[in-house]
Structure formats: structure tokens, C-alpha cells
Antibody, heavy 119, light 108 residues
């Protein structure tokens, strides 16, 4: 069974940092493209970042570029999102999501990790 | 960025009804359009990909159509578990995908 489990969320002050993790199981993690999508409270979905299978291709939304860093460790079946210089507008549930094999859609999503940026 | 606009933003319907949700792209996206369902407090779930292909395990009462800039999601014979929020997503500009603002489907 495919599972994606996020962790590392919490309350952080503006300007602070947080690192999210996404533990993958039930599939060959190294052969799948991954991304992070977030959802502010009561709002819609916003794509955040994308990483290819071997980490050679990485993209960020303009809203987080220069502050967030996506990475993966295929040996540990894990995806990460390092978030620095956090702002109140970064408050959201952060989902890791898998791209289906050879596809352009997200076929599996984690349950999400809540990040709250507040003083 | 490609803008995605859904209508309506909210919709009330009864069990057994047929409902249609529309999604419009700000430019042609061919058939690179996906639909997701999100129940309260849960992660999004893929329903339809490339405009009209049903994801494995999704009931056949869900269907999608359209190409270019205009797309629809239709749910036939609404079931209690279908009351949720639905999002369209364009994947034409992958990895810079964008979502519609969502359509909340409520019980009448």
C-alpha cells in the first residue's frame, strides 16, 4: 500500500525555520517525481516545489523561491522541505504528493503537516 | 501563470442528483486537466486525469470532459460521501501547476 507520511510541522515565529519530512513506503520511491503542495486555512491548493527522481531538476513557486529548499534521500525513502525566513502567509497545511509513473498528475498525497507562523 | 477558474464556488444538491462543475483555463491547456476531491480534514484525492480518464478505484458516477480552455466534472446520482470540495488542476505547465479555487458541494 502506498503511504506518504509528513512530519515536522508546528508553530514557529516569523523569520524562523522549520524542516518538513515526508516518509514514503509501499512503492519504489526513487523512481517517482515528488512535490509539495500547501493549503492555507480555509483556502485552496497552491503548488510549492517539485523535485525529479534523481534531484537533478528542482523548481519552486515564486512565493517561496530563495527561502525554501526541497530535497530527497532515495536511500531513506524520504522527501524534505527546508523552510527558512518564514512569514505569516506561509501558514498552511503542507502536503507531499507523488506524481504517477510517467504522468502529469498527483496520484497519492500524504495527510499533511500543519505549519503555523505566528508570534 | 495559467489561471484556473471554477464555477460555481459552492453548490447545494440532494442525494441522487446529477451535478456539473465547470473549470475554465486562462489559455488553452489541451487535455492537461485533472480533478481532485477533498473531504473536510483530509488530503486531496485524484478523481480524473487528462480531462476524462477515471482514476483506478473511483466510482463510475464521476466523469470528466472538455479540452482547450473549458472543462466539466459531472457526478451522477450523488451519494452522501460525495459532499466535499472539488478542485481542478492544470498540468499543462508542469511543474508549475495551478489549481482552481475549489467548488464546495453541500447537501441541500
Amino acid at each position: 500500500e502506498v503511504q506518504l507520511v509528513e512530519s515536522g510541522g508546528g508553530l514557529v515565529q516569523p523569520g524562523g525555520s522549520l524542516r518538513l519530512s515526508c516518509a514514503a513506503s509501499g512503492f519504489n520511491f526513487s523512481t517517482y517525481i515528488m512535490n509539495w503542495v500547501r493549503q492555507a486555512p480555509g483556502q485552496g491548493l497552491e503548488w510549492v516545489s517539485y523535485i525529479s527522481r534523481s534531484s537533478t531538476t528542482i523548481h519552486y513557486a515564486d512565493s517561496v523561491k530563495g527561502r525554501f529548499t526541497i530535497s530527497r534521500d532515495n536511500a531513506k525513502n524520504s522527501l524534505y522541505l527546508q523552510m527558512n525566513s518564514l512569514r505569516a502567509e506561509d501558514t498552511a497545511i503542507y502536503y507531499c504528493a507523488r506524481y504517477g509513473s510517467g504522468s502529469l498528475w498527483n496520484d497519492y498525497w500524504g495527510q499533511g503537516a500543519l505549519v503555523t507562523v505566528s508570534s | 501563470d495559467i489561471q484556473m477558474t471554477q464555477s460555481p464556488s459552492s453548490l447545494s444538491a440532494s442525494v441522487g442528483d446529477r451535478v456539473t462543475i465547470t473549470c475554465r483555463a486562462s489559455q488553452s491547456i489541451s487535455s492537461f486537466l485533472n480533478w481532485y476531491q477533498q473531504r473536510p480534514g483530509k488530503a486531496p484525492k485524484l478523481l480524473i486525469y487528462t480531462a476524462s480518464s477515471l482514476q483506478s478505484g473511483v466510482p463510475s458516477r464521476f466523469s470528466g470532459s472538455g479540452s482547450g480552455t473549458d472543462f466539466t466534472l459531472t457526478i451522477n446520482s450523488l451519494q452522501p460521501e460525495d459532499f466535499a470540495t472539488y478542485y481542478c488542476q492544470q498540468s499543462y505547465s508542469t511543474p508549475r501547476v495551478t489549481f482552481g479555487q475549489g467548488t464546495r458541494l453541500e447537501i441541500k
